[in-house]
C-alpha cells in the first residue's frame, strides 16, 4: 500500500533549527513535495525534489535520499511565523499526490 | 506563482440543500484541476480528479452523484455538494497544476462547509 509517515507534532525555540522527517511508501516515485499550512487556510508550496541531495531555498531546505524513501524539511533561523503545520506529499507513477497527516510545529519564544 | 481562487471562503446550509463550490485558476488554463477534503487535525483527502472537458475521476468511496463536478473550461471547475448533510462539513480545497503535472499544484484558499 501507499503510505507516507512524519512525526505529529513537533517543538522549537524561536532563533533554532529544527528538522522534519518524512517517510514514504508509494507505487512508482515522481517526486516529493513539502507544503506549509496555517491553520484554517489553504496549503502553500515550499519545494520539490525528484533527486537526491539537498535542496535550499533561504531557510528552508530540504533533502531527498530515494533508496531509503525518505526526505526531510529543514527550518533554519526559525520565527514565530513559521509556526503551522507541514505536509509532506509524495507523488506517484500516476502522478497523482499522497499526503502525509502533517506535522505541527510549535514555536516557543 | 500562479493564483487560484475559489468562491466562497466560507458557506453555512440546512441538512438537505446543495451547495456549489467554484474553483478558478486566475493566470493560467487548467486542463485538471484536484478537489479535495480535510477534516480538522487530517490530511489532505483526495476526493476528485476534475478534467476540462470529460467526466472526473472519483477516488474509491467518494459519491459521485452526491459530489458534482464539472469542468466547464480551461479556468473553471465546480464541485456541488447536493443534499448536504452534517458530516459534509469540511474544509473542501481545489488545487491545480500550471502546465504540466509533474508541477508543483497551486492551491485555492478553501471553503469552510457547515452543514446544520
Known amino acids: 500500500g501507499q503510505n507516507i509517515d512524519q512525526p505529529t507534532e513537533m517543538t522549537a525555540t524561536e532563533g533554532a533549527i529544527v528538522q522534519i522527517n518524512c517517510t514514504y511508501q508509494t507505487s512508482g516515485f515522481n517526486g516529493l513535495f513539502w507544503y506549509q499550512q496555517h491553520a484554517g487556510e489553504a496549503p502553500t508550496f515550499l519545494s520539490y525534489?525528484?533527486l537526491d541531495g539537498l535542496e535550499e531555498k533561504g531557510r528552508f531546505s530540504s533533502f531527498l535520499s530515494r533508496s531509503k524513501g525518505y526526505s526531510y524539511l529543514l527550518l533554519k533561523e526559525l520565527q514565530m511565523k513559521d509556526s503551522a503545520s507541514y505536509l509532506c506529499a509524495s507523488m506517484d507513477s500516476n502522478y497523482q499526490l499522497i499526503w502525509g497527516a502533517g506535522t505541527k510545529l510549535i514555536i516557543k519564544p | 506563482g500562479a493564483v487560484v481562487s475559489q468562491h466562497p471562503s466560507w458557506v453555512i446550509c440546512k441538512s438537505g440543500t446543495s451547495v456549489k463550490i467554484e474553483c478558478r485558476s486566475l493566470d493560467f488554463q487548467a486542463t485538471t484541476m484536484f478537489w479535495y477534503r480535510q477534516f480538522p487535525k487530517q490530511s489532505l483527502m483526495l476526493m476528485a480528479t476534475s478534467n476540462e472537458g470529460s467526466k472526473a475521476t472519483y477516488e474509491q468511496g467518494v459519491e459521485k452523484d452526491k459530489f458534482l463536478i464539472n469542468h466547464a473550461s480551461l479556468t473553471l471547475s465546480t464541485l456541488t455538494v447536493t443534499s448536504a448533510h452534517p458530516e459534509d462539513s469540511s474544509f473542501y480545497i481545489c488545487s491545480a497544476p500550471q502546465g504540466d503535472v509533474h508541477n508543483e499544484q497551486f492551491f485555492g484558499p478553501g471553503t469552510r462547509l457547515t452543514v446544520l
Open positions: 525534489n525528484v
